[in-house]
């Protein structure tokens, strides 16, 4: 898709929201688990812009269908696309923190707005989400503890303020996004003794709206800090950060999750042998920005091919633009706000069908006076 170097997107059908995309996401990780596991579990967090309700979080959806105990913090969190690094970071210091070995759930969620149709946006769109579970025994990525580089300020870039809308300035956003790259690694150097943006760090993952804007983000942050050629930016770029944005060009923006699937994206292609530091940027429009590090590992990423991410992904139906522009108009009954619901399959009932039916995924069956009512299909 041109200047956004994409290739394809993921869609939610109508009977998937935001609670669905987080149960679906987690459930391989909580299912590997023995229940002692389970029990450690003493923090959910969600981060999400597509939230259902102004008061209930969808966290307690999430721990409900997920069956984790009830002996457990639980809620939700907001900023835009950063809403994910919010709830990681307050997962990291919690069990950094706790006297006693506990884990944390990390969900970063989203499910894109259909009001956006027919702008600049609408072809960046996708869903889905991203489960980290937060422990001490680090396996896919070991944080850099106190390694954060941080940079906010108020603008109003892109912004959700009915259910029903997402609007914005564009050109605005990506001008904050670069400014925010810049001032939060260099924020990150003034924390952080000795940081070179060459040597520091074997990779580099990037907030992922789409990847063209990851390119272009790369070439200026590389030429300000390291004054490179244009020729060794481009080699770079494909050594350090081309991985990381190959599943993002195939799902499309996740919101609060894209950064998570540039890094599951990277874990998926990047050629990881031993410990290797990875870069990380994260940005949310409004505005706030991190820039932090952590290390992975050959055996994380060995670990992480093996829940086939690639495969669900190729697995995906492909839709005409017909059976497109049916969901994207019916997607509408699943937003926030809803009081009843009985979900209209006619228009879809075949792809409910040949990929749903017998799949285990969690799906949503109705809303009663607002309170949302999912089934395992």
């Known amino acids: 898709m041109g200047n956004l170097l994409m290739d394809r997107k993921s869609v939610n059908a109508p009977i998937e929201d935001p609670v669905t995309n987080a149960v679906n996401a987690a459930k391989p990780l909580i299912d590997a688990l023995s229940q002692a596991e389970r029990d450690m579990i003493e923090l959910v967090i969600v981060g999400t812009e597509s939230g259902l309700d102004f008061g209930k979080p969808i966290s307690t959806y999430i721990a409900h269908y997920l069956g984790l105990s009830r ?3 639980s809620f939700e969190v907001k900023h835009a696309c950063y809403g994910g690094t919010a709830a990681l970071q307050m997962a990291l210091s919690f069990v950094q923190a706790s006297p006693r070995p506990v884990k944390a759930l990390v969900i970063a969620a989203d499910a894109s707005s259909v009001a956006a149709r027919n702008t600049y946006w609408e072809p960046s769109q996708g869903a889905g989400a991203v489960a980290m579970i937060v422990g001490q025994d680090a ?11 941080y940079h906010s300020f108020e603008v109003m870039d892109t912004l959700r303020p009915r259910a029903d809308l997402e609007a914005g300035d564009s050109d605005l956003s990506i001008l904050s996004y670069m400014a925010c790259l810049e ?3 260099d924020h990150y150097c003034q924390v952080v003794e000795g940081v070179d943006v060459n040597r520091s760090f074997d990779h580099l993952v990037l907030h992922t709206p789409f990847a063209g804007m990851v390119k272009s983000a790369h070439r200026r942050l590389l030429r300000k800090t390291a004054g490179m050629t244009p020729g060794d930016i481009d080699a770079d770029f494909g050594r350090r950060v081309e991985p990381s944005i190959r599943l993002c060009q195939s799902i499309g923006n996740i919101y609060s999750a894209a950064l998570y699937l540039a890094l599951c994206s990277l874990l998926e292609y990047g050629d990881i042998a031993g410990a290797q530091r990875v870069g990380l940027f994260s940005y949310g429009s409004g505005c706030a920005s991190e ?3 952590g290390v992975i590992t050959a055996d994380g990423a060995r670990q992480f091919r093996a829940l086939e991410t690639t495969r669900h992904v190729a697995e995906r139906w492909p839709l005409s633009m017909d059976e497109y522009e049916a969901i994207s108009n019916l997607s ?3 937003m926030a706000g809803v009081q009843d619901l009985r979900p209209d399959l006619g228009a879809y009932a075949h792809i409910l069908r040949a990929r749903y039916e017998g799949s285990g995924l969690l799906v949503l069956a109705g809303i009663s006076n607002f309170h949302r009512e999912y089934r395992w299909v």
């Open 183 to 185: 001032a939060s690694y």
């Open 71 to 73: 002996r457990c913090r």
């Open 291 to 293: 820039f932090y590090s």
């Open 332 to 334: 509408l009954q699943r």
């Open 139 to 149: 396996r896919l990525l070991a944080v850099d503890f106190g390694a954060n580089g």
